[in-house]
């Protein structure tokens, strides 16, 4: 009974003394936030938290990110992932509590009766042993090596989650983006074979003025080749809508095939734009916050690695009884035990613990510089979206202007071509002139409208949260929230 007091006190007087963690805590690295964008959107509403793609105003696109959601292989795959981290944060994590197990054994064995081993005559040949047990084992984390474990697989978890978050807010921006090229290729398809057909009907017309000897054959030849320039442009076009219908399928993850059509591209609303301060980034966006919990983990490891240059103390045990006959197994006398203190200390290892601390500090450097160029790109991106949407705008407008003009500039043309006031080449370039400013127009405006979805993709938002509701809720969702719940709990600890 002294034995077992003696064990029980030096339990709590080691897990009194488990509270020194080597290794550095984490705190989040200072970084250099822009005040404000190159290019500020005074009228601009808070609307990040919104799940932007409705305003489109288009159920047939809502369909369709909806099906990406629950069916896109690559965020099934990142899901999968989660799993995997959530695994390995359960087998870590385990090692802070007492390891048991039972045991039981049935030997029954025969000695020889000859030479010098032989018993002595009255002794049985034949012996049974029975045997059950329990067995325990507990490693003391005097110097955190085990919290630190647990403290990297947690950030590794988490930052499993935000990945597949970020593949929520891609896969929602690439699939809208994919619909509005795809609208958008409709949009100038539509113009081409309208174009193509207006001239078709000119071409006949021309045919017919020339077997009357009205128009020379230069005339017809000019109007014939007009009509070629717009039939050569639609086969391009069929093309490419059929490459971005078989890519907007993939993204769906289902085999190539056709796409249903919502809106055209003239009938779609613009997205409302997302304002805020630069720092924003640093909560919102899934890779910058995926890329600060895999700097906790890297900065985790080198405790873990640290750690290796204390000694290893444990608790093991065994209580259980063994006896030779089955019906006295459980029996008084039968009852055995053992427990013991095993202290494992390195003395030399040639600098294998030094070169994993070396090892374990130069990812904890990679980490911050991954996680500070992940900031510094959301701040080029957003940027970038801002810059591309104002301009893009601009242009819109000024290429509407171009193509009314262009136009009436078709219209005056041919009216005065028919009266005899000019050539046909001035209808001709004028005809032209339209055509390509139609066609042109049509792809600034996707352009305008991929430029809205690049700036919601960039800045992030709660937005991302709506759309991963939309998505197959799984187990291991569960488990990265409860590590994200339990790192909230360590941090309030370690404030008071």
Not at 201 to 217: H, K, M, P, T, W
Request: charged share 25%; with cysteine.
């Amino acid at each position: 009974m002294r034995n077992l007091r003696f064990f029980l006190l030096l339990t709590l007087a080691m897990g009194g003394v488990a509270g020194c963690t080597v290794g550095p805590d984490y705190k989040r690295p200072t970084v250099d936030v822009p005040v404000d964008w190159r290019l500020p959107e005074h009228e601009a509403r808070q609307l990040a938290d919104t799940d932007w793609w409705r305003q489109f105003n288009d159920p047939v696109l809502d369909q369709l990110i909806a099906t990406a959601l629950q069916e896109n292989k690559d965020l099934l795959i990142a899901a999968a992932r989660i799993e995997e981290f959530a695994g390995r944060y359960g087998i870590v994590r385990a090692d802070f509590f007492p390891q048991v197990g039972a045991s039981a054994d049935y030997t029954r064995q025969r000695v020889t009766e000859t030479g010098e081993n032989a018993l002595v005559p009255g002794y049985k040949v034949t012996t049974n042993s029975f045997s059950a047990a329990l067995n325990a084992g507990w490693e003391i984390d005097l110097w955190g090596r085990i919290r630190r474990s647990t403290e990297a697989a947690r950030a590794q978890l988490i930052a499993s989650e935000e990945g597949r978050r970020a593949v929520v807010l891609t896969l929602v921006s690439n699939v809208a983006g994919a619909y509005i090229n795809l609208r958008d290729l409709d949009r100038q398809l539509e113009i081409s074979r309208n174009t193509a057909r207006s001239r078709g009907e000119s071409y006949a017309l021309f045919q017919e003025r020339f077997n009357g000897g009205i128009v020379s054959d230069l005339e017809l030849s000019q109007n014939r080749s007009q009509y070629q320039e717009a039939l050569a442009s639609i086969p391009p076009l069929e093309k490419a809508i059929a490459q971005q219908e078989n890519s907007l399928c993939v993204l769906l993850g289902r085999n190539p095939g056709p796409i249903a059509r919502g809106k055209t591209i003239d009938e779609l609303i613009l997205p409302v734009v997302a304002a805020g301060i630069p720092s924003d980034l640093l909560e919102r966006r899934p890779d910058i916050r995926q890329a600060e919990q895999n700097l906790i983990a890297a900065n985790a490891q080198i405790g873990v690695a640290k750690a290796a240059y204390f000694p290893t103390i444990s608790l093991t045990g065994a209580l259980g009884t063994a006896s030779g006959e089955l019906s006295d197994l459980f029996k008084g006398p039968s009852r055995i035990w053992q427990y013991s203190v095993p202290v494992s200390m390195p003395i030399f290892t040639a600098g294998k613990i030094a070169g994993s601390v070396r090892e374990a500090e130069a990812l904890q450097q990679q980490a911050l510089l991954g996680y500070q160029q992940a900031i510094q790109n959301g701040f080029r991106e957003v940027n970038d979206a801002l810059v591309a949407q104002q301009q893009t705008d601009k242009q819109l407008e000024t290429q509407k202007s171009q193509v009314a003009a262009l136009r009436q500039y078709a219209d005056i043309a041919r009216l005065r071509y028919d009266n005899g006031y000019t050539d046909f080449l001035t209808v001709l370039d004028a005809e032209r002139s339209l055509f390509s400013a139609e066609l042109s127009y049509a792809q600034t405006q996707g352009e305008l409208h991929l430029a809205r979805i690049a700036l919601y993709k960039a800045v992030g938002g709660g937005w991302v949260d709506k759309a991963d509701a939309l998505s197959q809720p799984l187990p291991a969702e569960t488990a990265a929230g409860q590590a994200k719940t339990e790192k909230n709990r360590a941090d309030e600890r370690t404030k008071k």
